[in-house]
């Protein structure tokens, strides 16, 4: 039992190579013990003898300020040797080493140098990007199979969601495509007008702009759009769901989350982007007319007559065929950083933010591809 600790203060006394420690070695004598144990005179013998049998009191403080002179003389080659602590106050000193010994076996970090850091963390980086890719997959793979078992099964449709969704994807969208789309006519019929003009073949602007809004930008610049305003909302939806538990709560009552959420949100972006696409390729079309007419003295006639005349099938249906998959990579990368939200609102707007990158990377990249393969077949 702990004793009077205001009389029974901490010392220790000194005979040859023996320590003998007395008092309350505790929380309320550390200052006194801390000035005890740094004033100690190190013998010259290597082996030194604690004698513990007449302390009163040992608590966690006091063993750590003893643990903390022990290792000091160990590291000056000393050999300690403990003698006389009774059973509680043993287990206590033997708690405190341990904790010491854990602490200075763990890897120092700080000990590598920089270039071992960039390796670690690029690894890491490649890690996690792989784990990532892996899970985004998967979350594909089941979308995609109850997108499947959605559409087969048609009595279940929801289309007042599905209307609803294709609304916010599609119609609200029509101001900022159709005038985006517009003004990229514009710039494209100057740029390219000024360019032809000096060889007197600015006519064949119309060729250029048909040929590279059909197959091209209205496409992917309608899917960049589409992915900065509804992917984000997308995810903004579903992980505010999560944060508050309301997809916990419809698999407890046996609702599919995927059927539910992601199959209208998919078929609608689907809908939406390829609806959107003609919308873009006719705005564009108007806008680079009104730019011939009133910039490069295109009459409006002879403009739409040669657009008409470039514009062919394979072109506008390869622009169409973009539409769909840019929805799907947008919509399900949308849905899928949704359910990737934990825990906080914070989240949401990280979640959120990578959404629209990855959404916009991989457009970029699909549309890549789709153009070295195109070329590859020769279309």
């Given at each position: 039992m702990k004793q009077d600790s205001a009389i029974e203060k901490p010392h220790i006394e000194i005979k040859d190579t023996s320590f003998y420690c007395s008092g309350c070695?505790?929380?309320?004598?550390?200052?006194?013990?801390?000035?005890?144990?740094s004033g100690l005179i190190t013998p010259d013998?290597?082996?030194?003898?604690?004698?513990?049998?007449?302390?009163?009191?040992?608590?966690?403080?006091?063993?750590?300020?003893?643990?903390?002179?022990?290792?000091?003389?160990?590291?000056?080659?000393?050999?300690?040797?403990?003698?006389?602590?009774?059973?509680?106050?043993?287990?206590?000193?033997?708690?405190?080493?341990?904790?010491?010994?854990?602490?200075?076996a763990e890897p120092a970090h700080e000990k590598h140098g920089w270039l071992w850091h960039i390796g670690k963390k690029t690894v890491d980086s490649l890690w996690n990007g792989f784990s990532h890719m892996n899970a985004s997959l998967s979350f594909a793979g089941r979308a995609f199979i109850c997108l499947a078992s959605f559409l087969l099964n048609q009595g279940k449709i929801p289309v007042q969601s599905i209307s609803t969704a294709i609304k916010r994807a599609g119609f609200d969208a029509l101001p900022i495509v159709g005038l985006l789309s517009f003004l990229m006519g514009i710039v494209i019929t100057y740029q390219g007008g000024v360019q032809l003009s000096r060889y007197g073949a600015q006519i064949y602007v119309a060729d250029l702009l048909v040929v590279s809004m059909f197959r091209e930008l209205a496409p992917m610049f309608t899917a960049i759009i589409v992915a900065g305003r509804t992917g984000s909302a997308y995810t903004a939806q579903i992980g505010t769901m999560q944060v508050r538990e309301e997809i916990d709560a419809m698999i407890s009552i046996g609702l599919s989350p995927l059927e539910r959420l992601v199959a209208p949100k998919v078929i609608a972006m689907t809908l939406s982007l390829m609806l959107l696409t003609v919308y873009a390729d006719i705005l564009g079309v108007l806008g680079g007319l009104s730019m011939g007419a009133a910039m490069l003295g295109i009459a409006p006639g002879t403009f739409l007559e040669r657009s008409i005349e470039a514009a062919s099938l394979s072109s506008y249906l390869i622009g169409i065929g973009?539409?769909?998959?840019?929805?799907?990579?947008?919509?399900?990368?949308?849905?899928?950083?949704?359910?990737?939200?934990?825990?906080?609102?914070?989240?949401?707007?990280?979640?959120?933010?990578?959404?629209?990158?990855q959404s916009i990377f991989l457009v970029i990249v699909i549309d890549a591809v789709f153009s070295v393969l195109l070329s590859r077949f020769g279309i």
């Open positions: 070695w505790d929380t309320d004598h550390l200052e006194a013990l801390d000035t005890e144990l013998s290597r082996k030194i003898v604690f004698d513990m049998s007449k302390i009163s009191f040992l608590d966690t403080a006091g063993a750590w300020l003893l643990q903390r002179k022990l290792a000091r003389l160990k590291d000056k080659g000393k050999l300690i040797e403990i003698r006389g602590l009774e059973a509680r106050a043993g287990t206590i000193f033997e708690l405190v080493q341990s904790m010491a010994q854990a602490q200075e973009k539409a769909p998959v840019f929805a799907l990579t947008i919509s399900i990368i949308g849905c899928y950083q949704g359910f990737m939200v934990s825990g906080s609102a914070e989240s949401v707007g990280q979640r959120t933010t990578t959404s629209v990158v």
